[in-house]
């Protein structure tokens, strides 16, 4: 790996032709306030923060994937190109409409810059006064000087009755006197601001050098010279131009300063990277960008040769096609990086590989339509990928994946997909499963998501070891799924999955595997029970997938099917535990125990709140004893605290009952 350091003119990273975006993007968090923001910046000298390339070559051709730095190209490009967004963002900013008087625009102008900039409110009084209180190694006129350049500028805008056009474009649409004008749009016959913009400081500025070479006689000759006046229309646009030629005179003036004064001179931080590994490029986005949103693993790897390499359309099935769309669809990602045109890359098959799959949810979660929900489903994606693949879930693991040439990623895919979905459709065939989806709690929400990973590749392995696919054995893949899901939960219980999971994982697929689809021996069970169930200050909740699992084991379904929200808690109410006195023989510590929690569904919770067991209504009561096995003729008894004891002995017994049936329940 190699990385430079450089600075870069930002007109020149606006302007690059070898920057391309990443095929994932988050969406656009910048709005107009903060694109002002950095106008302010720009105007003051600050520094615009660093941008990160990845640079690599994709056949002959230079090519710069923008690793970060979209948002801030983004807002430069349109504050430096088009003079009409920049004013739109400041009128957002400053609070201010179109019509606001110059006064109450500079007033508001120098009171917003100086909180922006951290001056005292007496500080704002005046222009002269901003950009006093700076370190002495800052040329503090200048600052001021281009503050107030900002303001200027912000005058040729201001002054239009219209919010989508300003002053600025009113004065220079001589659409009607020419057939043709540069800046004239030839669809819309009205100015665009951006090509305007342009033609100034280019053709104009070069034209006529300076402002003091900027005249009427002068401007007037060289427009009828070089289009197309139309007939009749010489004495029109003479006049027209005489009445508006001072206002033009001065926007020439101040853009063609802000150009070579603010534009021009404004630069970034550049670090280029060659040659870089994704956990490195993670790890250097990281470090570089503290405070920031950091980026994963399987975004960087978006900006990767490999995987932009292209699949045709033709090649992938509707489902495959549709997801991906759907996916650039919610990310409002327009462009080149939109698959309508046809253009699918390998990064798309495992960012949407779990639209694919699990369609039911016994595996994973439904996600978020926001930009943290969609890249945790895309995360899970690249890692479900790497673990059926690779045996792992690292960032390691998954860039494997493009350096192992045994992979045809488009067509293992096809056939992965294929394989789960049939996988899931035969476990879901037996009653264990269906109940199990009937909670609404897929395994990821109820043992994490690594745990769920191993269980899914685990499972396509031992299906694999059964030759399942031929039509044998289903009932022995059924009975090492239970086993295997067995296991998980009593490791998730007793919390070991802490730590490094995924290093956890990949031994455990890369080792003695078939190991781990056997029963657990019921002794260990008791083991764990016996501990869970006796004096813990720890947190209730952690109980929680326990209480599922031995739910689903008792052949339980929800009390509603429309209503999934359950929440757990305690049996004998945490206030009566709290209103002991000192000296009582109650063991306070089996306040959390599991002897002492259960599940309930949400609604219902809420109306049991504090009460004890004796204080409920009869449908209360009737509902409670169902969840928590606790006889409605004991709850006078449990209803006292001083009876926890007894309270935990009872369900510890008839958790222990159900471990003793589990193989008959789980498989008759």
Request: with cysteine; hydrophobic share 35%.
């Amino acid at each position: 790996m190699a990385y430079h350091i450089n600075e870069l003119k930002v007109t020149d990273f606006i302007s690059d032709t070898t920057i391309k975006l990443p095929r994932f993007q988050r969406r656009q968090a910048w709005d107009d306030k903060k694109d002002f923001g950095l106008c302010v910046s720009m105007f003051k000298g600050y520094p615009l923060g660093v941008v990160i390339y990845n640079h690599t070559k994709e056949g002959t051709k230079d090519v710069n994937y923008l690793l970060d730095g979209r948002q801030r190209r983004s807002a430069l490009k349109n504050l430096i190109e088009n003079p009409t967004k920049l004013y739109k963002a400041a009128i957002k900013y400053l609070g201010i409409k179109v019509s606001t008087s110059l006064a109450d625009l500079d007033a508001s102008y120098w009171t917003k810059i100086g909180i922006y900039l951290n001056q005292s409110s007496e500080a704002t009084d005046n222009a002269d006064s901003v950009g006093e209180n700076v370190d002495s190694d800052i040329d503090a006129e200048t600052q001021k000087g281009n503050l107030k350049l900002l303001l200027e500028l912000l005058h040729v805008l201001h002054g239009s009755q219209k919010k989508d056009v300003t002053a600025f474009e009113k004065r220079w649409d001589f659409g009607k006197y020419f057939a043709y004008l540069p800046y004239i749009d030839s669809r819309t016959k009205t100015v665009d601001p951006k090509k305007l913009k342009a033609f100034i400081v280019t053709v104009l500025a070069d034209r006529f050098c300076d402002a003091n070479g900027f005249t009427e006689s002068g401007l007037c000759e060289f427009l009828i010279t070089e289009f197309n006046l139309k007939d009749g229309q010489d004495a029109a646009f003479r006049n027209k131009l005489g009445e508006v030629f001072g206002l033009m005179h001065n926007d020439f003036d101040v853009l063609t300063r802000v150009q070579t004064g603010v534009f021009d001179q404004a630069s970034i931080g550049l670090i280029k990277i060659v040659r870089v590994s994704s956990l490195d490029s993670q790890n250097i986005f990281s470090l570089v960008n503290k405070g920031g949103t950091p980026l994963k693993a399987e975004e960087l790897l978006s900006a990767k040769p490999y995987w932009n390499s292209i699949v045709k359309a033709n090649e992938l099935d509707v489902n495959v096609r549709n997801s991906i769309v759907e996916l650039y669809r919610r990310l409002n990602i327009p462009g080149e990086n939109d698959p309508h045109n046809g253009t699918f890359v390998y990064w798309d098959l495992c960012a949407t590989f779990i639209d694919r799959v699990d369609k039911h949810h016994l595996m994973f979660q439904e996600y978020a339509d926001d930009d943290n929900g969609l890249l945790l489903k895309v995360q899970h994606g690249f890692k479900t990928v790497a673990a059926l693949l690779k045996d792992g879930v690292s960032a390691v693991r998954i860039e494997e994946l493009e350096k192992d040439e045994t992979i045809n990623l488009p067509q293992d895919l096809s056939g992965l997909q294929s394989t789960i979905n049939k996988m899931t459709s035969i476990l879901l065939g037996h009653k264990f499963f269906k109940v199990l989806l009937s909670w609404g709690r897929p395994l990821s929400s109820l043992i994490g998501i690594t745990p769920t990973l191993e269980y899914l590749a685990l499972l396509y392995k031992y299906w694999n070891k059964l030759d399942c696919a031929s039509g044998d054995n289903e009932k022995k893949f059924i009975r090492g799924s239970i086993c295997l899901l067995d296991r998980l939960i009593l490791e998730h219980a007793k919390s070991e999955w802490k730590g490094s999971s995924d290093s956890k994982m990949s031994n455990h697929l890369k080792g003695h595997w078939e190991e781990r689809i056997n029963l657990v021996p019921k002794e260990e069970w008791s083991a764990y029970l016996e501990k869970a169930c006796a004096s813990t200050n720890d947190d209730y909740r952690k109980h929680c997938a326990i209480l599922y699992y031995f739910t689903v084991l008792q052949d339980r379904t929800p009390d509603n099917l429309s209503e999934l929200e359950y929440d757990i808690d305690h049996i004998i109410p945490q206030k009566e535990f709290d209103q002991l006195v000192g000296g009582t023989s109650v063991d306070v510590g089996l306040m959390n125990c599991l002897g002492n929690v259960s599940l309930l569904p949400r609604k219902k919770n809420e109306a049991k709140g504090g009460k004890k067991l004796n204080e409920l209504s009869d449908a209360l009561r009737a509902l409670v004893s169902k969840y928590s096995d606790v006889r409605v003729v004991d709850f006078g008894k449990y209803s006292n605290v001083q009876n926890i004891g007894e309270l935990v002995e009872d369900r510890k017994a008839i958790f222990c009952e159900v471990i003793r049936r589990r193989e008959e329940i789980m498989l008759a």
